[in-house]
């Protein structure tokens, strides 16, 4: 098969994820779909979260949303880290301004002890359900992106109840229940390892993990409390062949130990410059990220050297995916995301004996 016939057929995110040469940077942006857009805070004023995340057609709808607006090269289910952790026994609750709060959270090794274990296709078929409606209703050229959030991240949120900025609960079960710890880590991982699997056999075309707090830790902490449980997951994932992308924030001082976790795409954000944070991970990955979120509240000129700066420091080399640094936030200007698509698609655009940037 010639190259001209090999980018026809592959979409251009699924080539950067295995670091083959595409025409144009590809680009998606984490929480594109949501309150940023109005037609979802239409769909909001009729359905809660949980209920749109319930509902395969709604769930399918407003994953399609971004896709329609922006002209994104990847497409990410609509769903939830947590939703998990309603079939693990969680009475999990997005109360309006709080964010998510569990109203039962795991505080011991009884808690522990007494999660049922989790049958994704009768438990969670609502979500299977969306990706594979998913499937007939997107484009070919635009790869559906399923997740599960991260061993460490869903635990926070069942251990503390609710978001916290100190995980004192957190840390407190790991380093005075070490026990507690691992059991929970290990069934979470077993969980999250299954959903994803199961995901994928749906029609998901790469799957990210979200370990979006992670980097509360130190790296010590990460390989010894963490990085067994991520690696549980990513290697029952990654046997399967699509791309994983490993994404957490603050992440500049894990970056080596994440990549011995596993997957096949890192995901950073802003905290580090994108070339430094390649050079820790290694070429033979590829690499997601990298815009401030707050750059797209920006005056225009200032948001073009932004996405300049993350280009060019992906240079040109292969398995670059232009993405921001952390989702997007819910007062986000749609007209900037739109602009940011068009330009990463026109700065990158790759022409024989074009001067880059
Ligand atoms: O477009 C997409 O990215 C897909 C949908 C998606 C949602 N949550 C829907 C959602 C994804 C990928 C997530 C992941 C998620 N959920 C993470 C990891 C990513 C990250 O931001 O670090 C985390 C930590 C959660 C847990 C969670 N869900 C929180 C902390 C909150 C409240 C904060 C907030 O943004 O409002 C949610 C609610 C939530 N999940 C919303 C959406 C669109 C907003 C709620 C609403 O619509 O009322």
């Given amino acids: 098969m010639n190259e001209g016939a090999a980018t026809g057929a592959m979409p251009r995110f699924l080539r950067a994820c295995q670091r083959l040469p595409v025409d144009r940077t590809p680009v998606w942006f984490m929480r594109q779909a949501g309150r940023y857009m109005a037609v979802y ?46 079939p693990m026994g969680a009475e999990l609750e997005f109360a309006p ?10 505080r011991s090794h009884k808690d522990v002890s007494r999660i049922p274990p989790v049958d994704v296709e009768g438990d969670l078929g609502y979500v299977l359900k969306a990706i594979r409606i998913l499937r007939t209703e997107l484009p070919p050229e635009v790869p559906l992106i399923g997740f599960a959030g991260g061993p460490f991240t869903v635990a926070s949120y069942l251990i503390e109840g609710r978001a916290t900025r100190t995980f004192e609960r957190t840390k407190g079960m790991m380093y005075s229940a070490p026990n507690a710890w691992h059991a ?26 979200f370990d979006s707090w992670v980097g509360a830790l130190s790296p010590a902490d990460y390989r010894a409390y963490v990085l067994p449980h991520s690696a549980t997951v990513l290697r029952r994932v990654q046997a399967l062949g699509v ?8 992440t500049a001082a894990l970056l080596s130990s994440m990549r011995e976790a596993g997957g ?3 995901g950073v954000d802003w905290r ?28 225009r000129e200032v948001l073009e050297a932004q996405v300049r700066r993350v280009l060019r420091e992906a240079g040109d080399r292969p398995g670059h995916i232009f993405n921001l640094g952390h989702g997007i936030l819910p007062a986000t200007p749609v007209e900037n995301v739109q602009a940011v698509v068009e330009m990463v698609h026109a700065f990158s655009l790759k022409e024989p004996g074009k001067v880059v940037l």
């Fill in 41 to 86: 805070r239409t769909m909001r004023e009729k359905h809660s979260l949980l209920e749109i995340c319930r509902q395969p057609e709604l769930a399918a709808e407003v994953t399609l949303q971004p896709v329609k607006a922006l002209g994104v090269d990847a497409a990410i289910l609509f769903a939830d880290i947590l939703l998990p952790l309603i």
């Fill in 272 to 299: 580090i410059p994108l070339d430094v944070a390649w050079k820790e991970i290694g070429e033979g990955l590829a690499i997601q990220g990298n815009l401030d979120p707050l750059a797209l509240f920006s005056p």
């Fill in 243 to 250: 791309p994983t992308i490993h994404f957490a924030t603050n």
């Fill in 97 to 106: 301004g709080h964010g998510p709060v569990i109203h039962n959270p795991v």
């Fill in 264 to 266: 096949t795409v890192m």
């Fill in 184 to 209: 929970l880590l290990g069934r979470l991982a077993h969980t999250l390892a299954d959903y994803l699997v199961a995901q994928i056999e749906a029609g998901a075309q790469a799957v990210q993990l």
